[in-house]
């Protein structure tokens, strides 16, 4: 199932490697990221047993899950409560922006996972990306997003893929107008991936980013560009640890992150096994949880 298919359903760095697990997440409040897991890695397993595989998840060793969409028969009460029986806690939810009837889907999911960052996931690509006058004009959307967030009592974010970076518009890559024109309580969540497939050091952009970088995805693989990309369908990734990723430069430089956010797109092989050895990586590796 491609991200398509799936949203249908619901209608090298600048930190050395050498440095020792506690000196690379130094960070100004001297709290350490906590692991959460992306669930669109495993979409086609909750389509298929949704308490089977969030029980697998949590026995993992994660508590926290970034939600997207759910499968059209799985209700947000009917995924909460299931979250809730596992003993899993939500750090961040992927949502529509909330315009029109999205307002009230915006709200709901908020407080059915009872959680406070709400991510717009950004697929597929916007053309607007493609002129500077384009970029105000989403510029201003997500503003307005915000400031209807932060009316809730809610945070509001962004999350890239790859144009964000390769689109140069005015001059420079659209990322840089979106950190430099968006609200300032606007958050990002920083696809390292997707930066990396762009041509870009992942751990540069996120120490760009500084406070700002509140999540990031972390996801490992060949992190190459793809002609493929725009139809969805990525080169198979891997483990973390195991690609073409400076992962001990990205966590470094998280040095503001709430949570390191693991996701696959798309795997060969079993994506429980994969997950399971992403969420060891970073646990005793960098003693995270």
């Not at 026995?59 to 939600?67: A, H, I, Q, S």
């Not at 006058?133 to 997003?145: H, M, P, S, V």
Request: hydrophobic share 40%; aromatic share 12%; glycine share 8%.
């Amino acid at each position: 199932m491609n991200r398509q298919t799936f949203l249908r359903m619901i209608g090298t760095g600048i930190i050395g490697t050498t440095l020792l697990p506690d000196e690379l997440l130094a960070s100004p409040s001297g709290v350490k990221p906590k692991i959460s897991l992306q669930l669109y890695t495993v979409r086609n397993e909750i389509a298929k047993d949704l308490e089977g595989t969030l029980k697998r998840i949590a026995d993992m060793g994660f508590k926290y899950v970034e939600t997207a969409f759910w499968p059209k028969e799985i209700s947000l009460e009917k995924a909460a409560s299931t979250l809730k029986k596992a003993g899993l806690k939500v750090s961040s939810c992927h949502i529509e922006l909330p315009a029109g009837d999205n307002k009230e889907v915006f709200l709901q999911t908020a407080k059915a996972f009872n959680c406070k960052k709400m991510i717009w996931h950004g697929w597929p690509e916007d053309k607007r990306y493609s002129s500077p006058e384009g970029t105000k004009e989403l510029i201003k959307i997500y503003n307005e997003a915000a400031a209807f967030a932060k009316s809730n009592g809610l945070e509001f974010g962004l999350h890239n893929h790859w144009w964000e970076y390769r689109n140069i518009v005015g001059g420079k890559p659209v990322y840089e107008w979106l950190l430099k024109e968006t609200d300032p309580s606007i958050f990002f969540e920083i696809d390292t991936y997707w930066v990396k497939v762009a041509g870009f050091t992942p751990a540069q952009i996120v120490k760009k980013f500084g406070p700002r970088a509140k999540l990031l995805h972390m996801k490992d693989g060949p992190a190459r560009w793809n002609d493929k990309l725009a139809e969805d369908n990525p080169d198979p990734m891997t483990s973390l640890g195991k690609g073409t990723q400076n992962v001990p430069a990205i966590v470094g430089a998280a040095q503001y992150a709430d949570f390191l956010v693991v996701e696959m797109d798309k795997v060969e092989g079993d994506v429980f096994q994969k997950i399971k050895e992403s969420y060891d990586y970073l646990h005793q590796k960098f003693k995270l949880g």
